[in-house]
């Protein structure tokens, strides 16, 4: 992988061998082919014919010339205009409830509550929101909302009437909204999941994978499981979208290492949107993941992989979210600059209309922005997330993941180190390992 320009080349074992040597010769300024040829057989001892590594030099060099190896970082002189751009808000998380009828035991909201008080937002409030969010949005036309919680079915009909209004806005104001939705399933029914199959851009769905680690986590507050419930219903609204456009999504802990597992329990309940993420918790709690699993995790990854690949090549395809990315295209420049746009782009809405950088950071005094009334009245802190990228992250520059996580999750760099510019570092290295993985099915992909 070519890191700059995004390129993935598929090469044999003495190309491997020789990239590493003939890129300390070009950093030298050595690009003849006959001198870089010379150097090799002079001075390494490659168990390789003469031949192959005269004929690999040339194919290296080649890909040089192309500026699809050892391209220049063009993105760092960039970086600094990007900052200077002007933003505009193009999506809202509205926590439509701070409530939830589940007891999940990693829950950063804290079952809804948000280091705060239960609420549930008003249809006044919600719509300041949306009238926010068209006022704030310049020239865009599409924009987007995530109706979260808490659990959002437990403020249905505001979720419902929102929706309307944002319709009503579209025309006179030349926007288009794309409506998701964050659930855990115990509130759907048919009624719901008809309108939400005609408005909603996508859903996601709640579920940690097999039964026993699903109840484990994911509970009733009186203990009793979530999995019976719900399974039924989101293989309802998978089958009701076609397989479109929706993710079961869940979370592994320490009580699951073996994740793959319920990734693929999933992918046989008939699921073929899957995202199964690392829960992210602090040390003094018992099912966070720690420095130690990190080899367990990746072997999880690689078998699942694998496995991805048979089951693709037995009729039985799915996608799993973190395998996917864009290898032909590669990432915007926007996108490996700006990431999620967190603090600038998107922000998050809280039940009585106060604006933060992110859902993850709600309840968090030091960073609220302001409110959907007065807007945005803490620009330090959207100019502080503006800044925010891989090349003001020591741990990133030389991170050959940067540009497809974007320097990772702010608020886990804050949680974790006390500011947005660092990194969480058992995040990086699993991120590193899925990128290896998605790299790895692409390739397989081309050569079935």
Known sequence: MDVNSGSIHVVDDVVYDIIPLVESLVEQGVRDADAVRNSLLEGENLPYPVGEISEAVDEVLELVGDETLFAKDI????????????????????????????ACKYCFAEEGEYHGRRALMSLEAGKKALDFLVANSGNRVNLEVDFFGGEPLMNWQVVHDLVEYGRSLEEPNNKKFRFTLTTNGV????????????????????????KEIN????????????????????????????????????????????????????????????????VVA????????????????????????????????????FNFFHFMIDLEGGPCVAKRLSGCGSGTEYLAVTPWGDLYPCHQFVGN???????????VLRSDIRDEFK???????????KCFAKFYCSGGCAANSYNFHGNINDAY????????KRVECAIMLKVAEAEL
């Open 215 to 278: 109840d484990k986590m994911r509970p009733f507050r009186g203990g009793q499981g979530s999995y019976d419930l719900i399974v039924p219903k989101f293989q309802k609204v998978a089958e009701s979208r076609g397989q479109e456009r929706y993710y079961v999504r869940g979370t592994f802990t320490r009580n699951n290492l073996d994740f793959s597992r319920d990734v693929l329990h999933l992918a046989d309940l008939g699921f073929q949107q899957i995202s199964v993420e690392p």
């Open 187 to 210: 509130l759907l029914n048919d009624e719901i999941l008809e309108f939400a199959n005609r408005e909603m851009a996508n859903i996601v769905l709640s579920i940690d994978g097999r």
């Open 75 to 102: 993105y760092e002189n960039y970086v600094f205009d990007f900052k200077k751009r002007h933003t505009v808000v193009k999506a809202l998380c509205l926590h439509i409830a701070h409530d939830c009828n589940l």
């Open 365 to 375: 005094e030091k960073f609220l922005m302001g409110n959907v009334e007065e807007g």
């Open 425 to 432: 570092d058992v995040g990086c290295e699993l991120e590193r």
């Open 282 to 317: 602090g040390p003094e709690d018992d099912y966070a993941i720690r420095e130690e699993d990190l080899p367990a995790l990746k072997e999880e990854y690689d078998r699942l992989a694998a496995e991805m690949i048979k089951r693709r090549k037995e009729g039985k395809a």
């Open 387 to 397: 800044s925010c990228n891989v090349y003001a992250k020591e741990k990133c520059r």
